[in-house]
T-cell receptor, first 111, second 114 residues
Framework: QKEVEQDPGPLSVPEGAIVSLNCTYSNSAFQYFMWYRQYSRKGPELLMYTYSSGNKEDGRFTAQVDKSSKYISLFIRDSQPSDSATYLCAMWGGSNYKLTFGKGTLLTVNP | DAGITQSPRHKVTETGTPVTLRCHQTENHRYMYWYRQDPGHGLRLIHY???????DKGEVSDGYSVSRSKTEDFLLTLESATSSQTSVYFC?????????????FGEGSRLTVL
């Protein structure tokens, strides 16, 4: 079992839809959870960052962590065509400065 | 935007030739990383550096070497390029003082080995 599993999609939704992106993980040492967004032919950039369990909201984006289930989610409300990108989850155990990434989910929001 | 510059941004080369990719940062971050990104595999760590002349292997280091003689520069070398090394290569940096694990990425270098 890989440390981090992420459905690669692709996921295609109409504009205005609520999008749910998910990752599961197996390493209990992970404490820090991130979502990166990567536009086509660009480098990944940090979108959301959470520590421990719970929800964190930033505008139309909500990151959710359930450490008991080893499951993290990113919700996008009122999705826009500009949200079309690959979304990668990433996790860090706090000790070796190496992030563990999911493979990424390609999202397309259609006007 | 984090000050990370990768060069060259695009390169086409032939099998068996040496290739060097350069990453230059202006953030004075201690940690630097080289990743490759391929369809179906996501981002995979090749090598990383935790200080000048201090480097270590990642999960896909075979066929690659790195050097870091200055804080701001991290070089990735393919001694004898193979077609399996056709990929997009990303440099990243991090500041351990932040204690968050966050990486800042460059724009990528697209390498094609014919």
């Amino acid at each position: 079992q890989k440390e981090v599993e992420q459905d690669p999609g692709p996921l295609s939704v109409p504009e205005g839809a609520i999008v749910s992106l998910n990752c599961t993980y197996s390493n209990s040492a992970f404490q820090y959870f991130m979502w990166y967004r990567q536009y086509s032919r660009k480098g990944p950039e940090l979108l959301m960052y959470t520590y421990s369990s719970g929800n964190k909201e930033d505008g139309r984006f909500t990151a959710q962590v359930d450490k008991s289930s080893k499951y993290i989610s990113l919700f996008i409300r009122d999705s826009q065509p500009s949200d079309s990108a690959t979304y990668l989850c990433a996790m860090w155990g706090g000790s070796n400065y190496k992030l563990t990434f999911g493979k990424g989910t390609l999202l397309t929001v259609n006007p | 935007d984090a000050g990370i510059t990768q060069s060259p941004r695009h390169k086409v080369t032939e099998t068996g030739t040496p290739v060097t990719l350069r990453c230059h940062q202006t953030e004075n971050h201690r940690y630097m990383y080289w990743y490759r990104q391929d369809p179906g595999h996501g981002l995979r760590l090749i090598h990383y550096s935790y200080g000048v002349k201090d480097t270590d292997k990642g999960e896909v280091s075979d066929g690659y070497s790195v050097s870091r003689s200055k804080t701001e520069d991290f070089l990735l070398t393919l001694e004898s390029a193979t077609s399996s090394q056709t990929s997009v290569y990303f440099c990243a940096i991090s500041d351990p003082g932040q204690n968050t694990g966050e990486l800042f990425f460059g724009e990528g270098s697209r390498l094609t080995v014919l």
